[in-house]
């Protein structure tokens, strides 16, 4: 059996036992590289480490410590009370500020996952009471955290445009995260139509709004969320990315405990995080700075202005997406080494067809992400679609943005860690089983039309 058609098979047995056990991908993306490497093609240990992506690990460790201490020190909570209060008396725009306010959290730092967890307790708890529809408001948090998860400096975005960086491709990050953000804001549109938003226009929604959004920010919404038990093959993150403590927005003890107040002043040390997260976006786009280097430098600025809120930061850091993307990356790296890609990139190109194989490897990453984890089939399609795209035939950046949105798109599905935490935040007295049933159905759309909607969009009229 040849090198490539081997590695193969141990890709598809790393995909199948990390989707049927709680084993982490990444991990046995580690064993598969060692036993591939140095079994089969002879590799020292020396070639099978250089293949480790530094650059992408310091960058997850920089961006989930900045955005522990975020949310430590009460400054995400503070921006989701923030954002409720300009909703005033306009029901219509609460599903709109959760999705907003997902996408922005998304779009400077934190994993998808995460945010879901932080804004899905309150947005469900707003639908039930204001009577929107709660498939509407899960979704609608789901497609926020997608919309923003393709910046330039957010984990999606890093990984795929730290991918395209390592070959002769053209890079759009740009172009990437706009694509992704669009297509998200379109499907948003639609559910808030067709689910009954338009009714929502002339529903006031008075001071509720407000007095509802004190209440529950009185109580840590990363609290709440940490119940929820992320692990197994589609999980991005563990429990540990999420607040294990009870943080108020506005309280004035320490955020490792103390009473809460629901003083809406925001304190020093937010004030001081908001420009960090400022600083962050404008000297990592604007400058090109490694977003790595910078987001632990304000993370460790934080941490000095208020030494309490990095109290236990370190251990939220996404360890589980560190674990996921290095050793997806250097499996990749041995998967070169073996030749599998060129041999991949061959089949496919002998089709004949770019338009159809361009579908096909859209179609692939989308099924397998509505049970898989997202980050793990970016990191293993998008190499094996490179000798491909250099081809020149088709346009690459249209591509690997309808693969990027393809693969995230279906994390709306109940079996992934987004469609899943949506699902456990449930309210209480709503009929489960019938909840659990209209977020299937409506994955199911979402995976059968979405690859094919992304591929129509993007990589057909040739324009990326």
Known sequence: MSAPVLSIIILVVMFLLATVLPLNMGALAFVGAFLLGSVVLGMSTNDILANFPGGLFLTIVGVTYLFAIAQNNGTIDLLVRGAVRMVGSKVALIPWV???????????????????????????????????????????????????????????????????????????????????FFFNLAIALVLFLVLGGSKLLSTPAGRVVEQAAEKRMSVSLGARAAGVTLQGSGSDISSAGVSSKGTSV????????????????????????????????????GFKVDVGFVSITIAIVLALVSPAAQKGAVNKISWSTVLLICGMLTFVGVLEEAGTIKFVSSGVASLGMPLLAALLICYIGGIVSAFASSTAILAALIPLAVPFLASGEIGAVGVIAALAV??????????????????ANAPEGMDKERFYKQILGYSGIVVVAGPAIAWLIMVVPGWM
């Open 98 to 180: 959760m999705f907003a306010i997902t996408a922005l959290i998304t779009a400077v730092g934190a994993l998808s996952p995460a945010a879901v967890a932080i804004i899905a307790p309150i947005a469900l708890s707003f639908a039930a009471k204001h009577k929107i529809n709660p498939l509407m408001m899960g979704m609608m948090v789901i497609h926020g955290a997608q919309a923003g998860g393709f910046s330039p400096i957010a984990v999606y975005g890093v990984t795929v445009n730290g991918i395209i960086a390592k070959t002769d491709l053209d890079a759009n990050p740009m172009a990437i995260f706009l694509a992704s």
């Open 250 to 285: 506005t309280s004035k003890e320490s955020p490792a405990g103390g009473p809460a107040t629901t003083d809406p002043r925001a304190s020093v040390p937010q004030i001081v995080t908001i420009l960090g997260l400022i600083a962050l976006a404008v000297i990592s786009l």
């Open 406 to 423: 393809a693969s995230t798109i279906v994390d709306v599905s109940p079996f992934s860690t987004n469609g899943a935490l949506v699902l």
